[in-house]
């Protein structure tokens, strides 16, 4: 998904119009309504997609991921267990399933997912944020800043985002250098940095004004602003 948020809602919107009986359309448009903070309209989308094709599984694990931005993070659980039943093996479903489990502060049954995603996929920027921020939030303070120390290594070969850092700052209550992170992940245009505004793990950032003017790049607001939309 484009950082245009806006603009890809008024290209989704159009396409679901023309197709509404085209489940990709439907899970793509609800997915940009879920970014938006339109959850109800957004997990319609996803269950008339699912209506017409129950197997599709971008739209299964897009419905998990909306329901934990609702704060329904039980029900964000079960939805991703059920996609792995399906595929045991699907990555975006482990390396997801985590921010739930996360929410709920079941941070032994992220690791063990994490961990599993990792024997599968091998070390991942994601995985090891998302371990990174358990391990700080754990008060862990010398193993999460390990995890930093890996992540930069890591970026001595490949693709690292600034987003996948800010997890980990998060978890360490390091709120300014999670923004500065989140700041080059809007430079390194990133995908995933329009969940800063919308994932509950980024919460305390809501009152940091470097954090506000980072949201209003990406035209949004936080969860409590977007509530009215």
Not at 19 to 36: C, D, F, K, N, T
Not at 137 to 151: C, D, K, N, P, Q
Not at 153 to 171: K, M, P, Q, T, Y
Request: glycine content about 8%; aromatic content about 8%; overall charge neutral.
């Amino acid at each position: 998904m484009a950082l245009d948020v806006r603009g890809c809602e008024a290209h989704y919107r159009t396409a679901a119009e023309l197709g509404p009986r085209h489940s990709l359309a439907l899970y793509q448009y609800g997915s940009v309504l879920g970014v938006i903070g339109q959850h109800d309209r957004a997990l319609a989308c996803f269950n008339r997609a699912l209506d017409i094709e129950p197997l599709l599984l971008p739209a299964v694990t897009w419905r998990a991921m909306v329901l934990h931005l609702a704060r329904r993070h039980d029900d964000s659980v079960r939805q991703y267990r059920q996609a792995l039943e399906v595929a045991p093996d699907l990555f975006r479903a482990l390396v997801e399933l985590p921010f739930p489990l996360i929410a709920l502060r079941r941070w032994a049954e992220a690791l063990e997912t994490l961990e599993h995603g990792e024997s599968l996929y091998g070390e991942h920027p994601r995985i090891s944020g998302l371990r990174g921020h358990i391990l700080g939030s754990r008060g862990e303070r010398t193993a999460a800043l390990a995890v930093l120390s890996r992540l930069a290594g890591i970026e001595d070969s490949g693709f690292v985002s600034g987003f996948d850092r800010a997890l980990v700052w998060v978890g360490l209550s390091e709120f300014g250098r999670a923004v500065a992170e989140l700041e080059r992940s809007y430079e390194q245009q990133y995908s995933w940095t329009l969940f800063a505004g919308i994932l509950p793990l980024f919460d305390p950032l809501h009152g940091n004004s470097r954090y506000q003017t980072l949201m209003r790049k990406l035209h949004l607001g936080t969860a409590e602003g977007r509530s009215a939309v």
